[in-house]
Structure formats: C-alpha cells, structure tokens
C-alpha cells in the first residue's frame, strides 16, 4: 500500500474515497463540516436520516455523492468533542476507518482523522498510526492458499494535513512505513509454517536483508563454529533435531565507529514440540510461533535500514527446532554452557532459556551499551499478564524504564514482573549449578532469573512476549510485537544520543 500527505482533500479529483470524523450529537469535525457545506447539507441529512450520532467506531459508509469527484464517504464516530479523545480510542477509531473502508470497492481514499485532537500526541503520532493500523489491517497470508485471491482493493491512502502540520506528518510517514513493512515483514515470517520456516530459511531472511542497506551485514554462525565457542547449551536442544542449528548475526553501523552497541537477542525456536518433554498435541501448531523473538529482530533490522537511524545495532538470533529424537536432550542431562555453568535439564521444554544463555554470553563480545532479549519463553507469562502486555524483566531500573516508556508510545505496552534473588533459589540443581526449570511458582519469574546468571556483565532487560507475539483461535496469525515498541525503543534512544 501507498502513503502520501495531501493538504486539500477537498480539492483532490483522483481519489474514490474521503474518510471523515463525526462527533456524538452530529457534530462535525473541521473536513466535515467542510465537506457537508460543499454537497449541500447532505451530510446532515444522512447523519440523522440513519441515525449515526456519532459514537466511537461507530460507521457509516455513504456510496454516492452527487456532483463531487468523490465516489463515496465513510463517516466514523470520534465519541465526545469535549475533551481529546484517548491514544487506544482514536485507534480504535481507524480500526474500525479501515474495516468499512475494505468493505467498500475503493482503491484509493483521503483520510482525515488525523485532526482528531488526542490526549498528549503530535500529527507525527498520529499519521504514523494511520500508516500503522492501515496498512496492518490488510495484511493476509495467502502465498500457500492455491487460487487466493485478495479481498483488499486499496491500494494508495491520502493523509490530510495542514501545511502548518507538514514537517511533523512528514516524520510520521516515514516512520510509519518503516514500521509498517517491518511489522508486516516479520508478520510474514512468523505466519509462515515450520516445515518452509526452518533456521536455514530464517538465516537466508537475514542474509537478504543486509542486500538493502550498506550499512547492515549479516553472518551465519554453524554448529561447528558454536562447538568451537563451547555453546553447550544451545547446541544441546538441535541435537535432538534434523535441521542444523544457526546463530544469525545482524550488525548495522548507522552510528560513530566508537560507539557502543545496543545488542537485540531473539528466541528463534522455528518449532518447539517439547522434546522428550513432549507438548501435549492440542494447539502444537502454535509452536511454529516460537521463533516470533528471532522473527522481531529481522523486522526491526529492516526498520532500521529503511529509517537509517544514527546508531550501532547488534541482532543475535540463536534458531534450531526443538524435537523428540534418539538424540535429543534427555531429563537429567547436565550440559556445560559456554559460560563455563553446567545446566541439568530437569525439562526439556524448557529449551529457550538454553538456546538464550549461551547467545547472551556471545553478546558480551560487542561490550554493548545494553542487551535486550525477546522471547516466546513461558506460558506462564499468559497466565500471569494475559495477552496485553509482554512481560518485561531486566538488572536495570533506566532500561526498564525505557522500555516501559517507547511500549506506551508506539501501542505496544510491556509490564514488569520484579527479578527478585529469592526466586534464585528456585533453580537449584543437587548435581549441576542451575536446574533449567525453577517448578510451577512464577514460572516467567524464574525462567528470567536463569537467563539474570548469562547477563551479570551489562545492562540487560528480557522481554515475555509469549501472550503478545500472536493471536489464538479463529483470529489465529501473527501481530509483528514487539516490533513497534523496540522501533520505538531505539528512535528514543538515537533522539537522545544526537541531545
Ligand atoms: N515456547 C514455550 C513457551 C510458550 C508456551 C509460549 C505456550 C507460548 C505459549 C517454551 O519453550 C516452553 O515450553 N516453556 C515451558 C517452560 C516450562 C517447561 C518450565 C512452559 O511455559 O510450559
Ligand atoms: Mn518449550
Ligand atoms: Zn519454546
């Protein structure tokens, strides 16, 4: 799909489509009430004829418009003119903007919500959330249906803005369609099956990446290369598999040769039976989602190349499968991690934090500025947060706060869980230094603490994003998070860099 800004929409003689905001009581906004007076009223007359008073969401969808070059209207309910309206509300309003707008034949369409005054946000804001909720809403995976044929005509999107409004709207398409192409990339990705999704396939992802943009490369590091690191722990959980494991290594230097990098660490299980701990085979197809943190780290890499931000990024993507085999990791197994700490795999479902450990040690090798790792690690982080927000823990109050911070501004919110050393005791092994698992009592807690024992030497957070990375039941598919917020994260941080 294609963005651009357009400051007349009224005058525009080429687009099917205008969207505009309504108040409660059939108050107009701005473009509204503008439009209404150029056709004569017949706004109004609509408006009340099918009683459309403008409540949040609410939608009406006028198909013809006599003499104007506009083919048709969809009007949306903003709720009450008295106060700006909330940044989850006036999302939702263009959710429900482009579900009418789909519904309708146009391919093309000027939006005008973003004069919708909300609570503490910028035109930049608010045009990136068009681009955002926009082009997400039309995302299908249709490649492995035979005869798919898409049900989205759109094909270019306007966004009115004031010339006063232009620099900040120029800001937020830009980084709207980096984050969109990102999110959509990784979309992709994660929906796309194990048996085509392997760590093969996710490593030939990264490497094409590093095609677009001089100053992002990629390496692939085998299994021969990891014995020879001592990566005991993650080469334990591929054993057990036919497919060799990889650890793909992004590096992007957009910043000063001297300046540290930030490092991003994602869980790239392409699948996750369980192992010998075998998963029961209810929902099993969901694990092909394990892979969702490594998935992320591609996206935000492409934001990247395509915002090119100012800064040095460090992507490590440990990806295997995790399968029953005669040579898969048993219960009871002690392996040595390439830090040197030996591990009994009490649970050999417990396989991220294994794959994790050793790739947060690598990571020490960039002397990072921080490390942030993404996973789809417990179920219990759904139990504990539902699937809201992802869970996040971390050694650093600043980096917390950070993070807490760019998840409120892009929509993409985090909550943190404490890592408090009393639940340390909980991975004690009668054999090994740490047990894998650290039993049923706060079990996102304790899988954090495990990897706490690889990240002593920086400033580390761990995202949970096992309740957020993907969506269940009859909407089953992949929602591109925490791309947004680690996009986010990192414009936050080159912003405050550059200060
Ligand atoms: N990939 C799973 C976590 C998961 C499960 C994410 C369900 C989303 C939905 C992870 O590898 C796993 O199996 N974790 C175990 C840990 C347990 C054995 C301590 C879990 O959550 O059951
Ligand atoms: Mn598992
Ligand atoms: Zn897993």
Not at 426 to 446: E, R
Request: proline share 5%; charged share 20%; aromatic share 6%.
């Amino acid at each position: 799909m294609e963005f651009s800004l357009i400051t007349s929409p009224a005058e525009s003689t080429h687009i099917d489509c205008l969207i505009l905001g309504i108040f409660e009581n059939h108050r107009h906004s701005q473009e509204s009430s503008e439009f209404n007076t150029q056709t004569q009223g017949l706004i109004d007359n609509l408006i009340k004829r099918d009683s459309f008073d403008g409540t949040l969401g609410k939608t009406l969808t006028i198909n013809f418009i006599p003499n104007h070059t506009y083919q048709r209207c969809v009007l949306v309910g903003l709720g009450r003119q008295d106060q700006p309206i909330s940044s989850k509300n006036y999302r939702k309003v263009l959710t429900s903007a482009i579900k009418a707008l789909n519904n309708t034949p146009a391919t093309s369409a000027t939006c005008c919500l973003t004069e919708t005054p909300v609570e503490n946000q910028n035109y930049a804001w608010k045009t990136r959330q068009v681009v955002e909720i926009f082009q997400g809403s039309c995302y299908q995976f249709g490649d492995l249906k035979s005869n798919f044929e898409s049900t989205i005509k759109l094909t270019h999107i306007a966004i009115a803005t004031p010339k006063d409004n232009l620099l900040d709207g120029e800001i937020g398409l830009t980084q709207g369609i980096a984050l969109a192409n990102a999110v959509e990339f990784t979309k992709n990705l994660a929906d796309s099956p194990g048996n085509i999704c392997t760590p093969s396939h996710l490593a030939e992802k990264a490497l094409a990446l590093s095609e677009q943009n001089n100053h992002l490369s990629t390496d692939i590091l085998e299994e021969d290369e990891m014995a020879e690191l001592g990566m005991g722990a993650l080469l334990s959980v591929s054993r057990g598999s036919r497919q060799p494991a990889k650890l793909i290594i992004l590096n992007y230097q957009g910043g000063k040769p001297e300046s540290n990098p930030i490092v991003l660490v994602g869980k790239g299980l392409t699948f996750d039976a369980g192992g010998i701990s075998l998963k029961p085979s209810a929902g099993m197809d969901e694990m092909k989602y394990d892979m969702c943190g490594g998935a992320s780290v591609l996206g935000v890499f492409q934001a990247l190349s395509e915002l090119n931000l100012p800064l040095n990024v460090i992507g490590l993507v440990p990806t295997s499968e995790n399968m029953p085999d005669g040579d898969a990791n048993k219960p009871g197994d002690i392996v040595t991690s390439m830090s040197g700490q030996t591990i009994e795999i009490l649970n050999t479902d417990a396989e991220g934090r294994l794959i994790l450990c050793d790739t947060l040690t690598y990571a020490e090798r960039f002397n990072p500025e921080v490390v942030i790792d993404l996973a789809t690690l417990t179920g219990a982080c759904i139990t504990a947060l539902g699937r809201h927000p992802s869970g996040l823990l971390g050694n650093d109050d600043a980096l917390c706060a950070d993070l807490l911070s760019a998840g409120t501004t892009a929509c993409d919110p985090v909550w943190r869980l404490p890592l408090w050393e009393e639940y340390q005791d909980q991975l004690k092994s009668n054999f090994a230094d740490m047990a894998n698992i650290g039993g049923p009592a706060g079990g996102t807690i304790t899988a954090a603490c495990f990897l706490s024992r690889f990240s002593k030497n920086f400033r580390w957070a761990h995202l949970d994003i096992a309740g957020t990375a993907w969506k269940s039941g009859d909407q089953k598919g992949a929602t591109g998070r925490p791309v947004p917020l680690l996009t986010q994260f990192l414009i936050d941080f080159s912003n405050n860099a550059c200060n």
